[in-house]
């Protein structure tokens, strides 16, 4: 499996530790395609409205706790092989979760002196906004964040105001797939593991796509099931279960892969990174 997050007795933090993650950038650069889109069914789906319900309870209980025990951030943490310091400190946990942000923009090419600096974001799914301040600071960008929380909303804009950033950073209850913005407001679009809440695959990256402007970046960090072999039409049924074991843990729809997100958004004619060119045709 890739990026499987590893599953933790109630309530799970969502800020476990995995090394690989999928990081899908593209830019929009062309008119949106008319190609149809896929469309990825789940074995038990639960209806919409539901699922939203569900999502938004399950936040609005749980983030208080979260809050306490990871921080600002709800997402996982990037780990580096390579460094000295791979302890499992708290911590150590903490500094992964802001190098996934920083691995993740450089990843983008939003890091390089001659980069571009975002100055309008929207951070899609924020939880409590912890990306939205990091990245509001970093760049000195005005940054909307949307999630289906209530609870998470109100508390993102506190803690905006009790940091001195109320003029840069907003936040409010909205749904990813229908948002409350017009076309092409963004020069950065940023979803931080919120994508695999999304019941309608193609819904949320034509949604992402339009609230980009041309030669915005947008960047998905997001759970994906592994890509799968040209001779296989669906996981096998001991990875399925699995999967379904996390759906239920966490509010999930069906789960796609990488290779399924790189074809959604090259259907939009948005280019894709250059390690997704190279590695998912
Ligand atoms: N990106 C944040 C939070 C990740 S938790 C971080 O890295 O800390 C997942 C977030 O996605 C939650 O805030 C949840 O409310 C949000 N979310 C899930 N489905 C959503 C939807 N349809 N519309 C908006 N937000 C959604």
Same mark, same amino acid.
């Given at each position: 499996?890739?990026?499987?997050?590893?599953?933790?007795?109630?309530?799970?933090?969502?800020? %476990?530790?995995? &090394? &690989? $993650? !999928?990081?899908?950038?593209?830019?929009?650069?062309?008119?949106?395609?008319?190609?149809?889109?896929?469309?990825? +069914?789940?074995? #038990?789906?639960?209806?919409?409205?539901?699922? &939203?319900?569900?999502?938004?309870?399950?936040?609005?209980?749980?983030?208080?706790?979260?809050?306490?025990?990871?921080?600002?951030?709800?997402?996982?943490?990037?780990?580096?092989?390579? =460094? @000295?310091?791979?302890?499992?400190?708290?911590?150590?946990?903490?500094?992964?979760?802001? *190098?996934?942000?920083?691995?993740?923009? !450089?990843?983008?090419?939003?890091?390089?002196?001659?980069?571009? *600096?975002?100055?309008?974001?929207?951070?899609?799914?924020?939880?409590?906004?912890?990306?939205?301040?990091?990245? +509001?600071?970093?760049?000195? +960008?005005?940054?909307?964040?949307?999630?289906?929380?209530?609870?998470?909303?109100?508390?993102?804009?506190?803690?905006?105001? #009790?940091?001195?950033?109320? @003029? %840069?950073?907003?936040?409010?209850?909205? @749904?990813?797939?229908?948002?409350?913005?017009?076309? =092409?407001?963004?020069?950065?679009?940023?979803?931080?593991?919120?994508?695999?809440?999304?019941?309608?695959?193609?819904?949320?990256?034509?949604?992402?796509? !339009?609230?980009? +402007?041309?030669?915005? /970046?947008?960047?998905?960090? /997001?759970?994906?099931?592994?890509?799968? /072999?040209?001779?296989?039409?669906?996981?096998?049924?001991?990875?399925?279960?699995?999967?379904?074991?996390?759906?239920?843990?966490?509010?999930?729809? =069906?789960?796609?892969?990488? =290779?399924?997100?790189? $074809?959604?958004? $090259?259907?939009?004619?948005?280019?894709?990174?250059?390690?997704?060119?190279?590695?998912? &045709?």
């Amino acid at each position: 499996m890739t990026s499987l997050p590893f599953l933790l007795s109630p309530p799970p933090p969502r800020s %476990l530790h995995h &090394r &690989r $993650r !999928r990081r899908l950038f593209s830019s929009p650069s062309c008119p949106r395609s008319r190609t149809p889109l896929l469309a990825m +069914a789940s074995s #038990s789906p639960r209806p919409p409205q539901e699922l &939203r319900q569900g999502i938004a309870d399950f936040y609005d209980q749980s983030s208080g706790l979260w809050e306490q025990i990871w921080g600002d951030h709800m997402h996982h943490g990037f780990y580096d092989s390579d =460094a @000295d310091d791979v302890s499992l400190s708290l911590s150590n946990h903490r500094s992964a979760q802001i *190098r996934m942000i920083e691995e993740s923009l !450089r990843f983008a090419s939003l890091l390089g002196p001659e980069s571009k *600096r975002p100055k309008r974001i929207v951070d899609v799914g924020c939880g409590i906004g912890g990306s939205s301040r990091y990245l +509001a600071r970093k760049f000195a +960008a005005q940054c909307c964040g949307i999630t289906l929380s209530p609870v998470q909303a109100q508390r993102a804009n506190a803690l905006a105001a #009790s940091e001195g950033l109320s @003029d %840069l950073v907003s936040f409010q209850v909205a @749904d990813a797939l229908q948002q409350p913005f017009p076309d =092409a407001e963004f020069d950065l679009v940023w979803s931080m593991e919120s994508g695999e809440h999304m019941p309608d695959k193609p819904k949320f990256v034509k949604e992402l796509a !339009r609230v980009a +402007a041309p030669g915005a /970046t947008i960047i998905i960090v /997001t759970w994906c099931h592994r890509d799968l /072999t040209p001779s296989e039409d669906s996981l096998n049924p001991g990875e399925k279960e699995l999967l379904q074991k996390i759906c239920d843990a966490y509010f999930l729809p =069906a789960w796609c892969s990488a =290779a399924d997100y790189v $074809r959604l958004l $090259r259907s939009l004619s948005l280019q894709t990174g250059k390690y997704l060119s190279e590695n998912l &045709r």
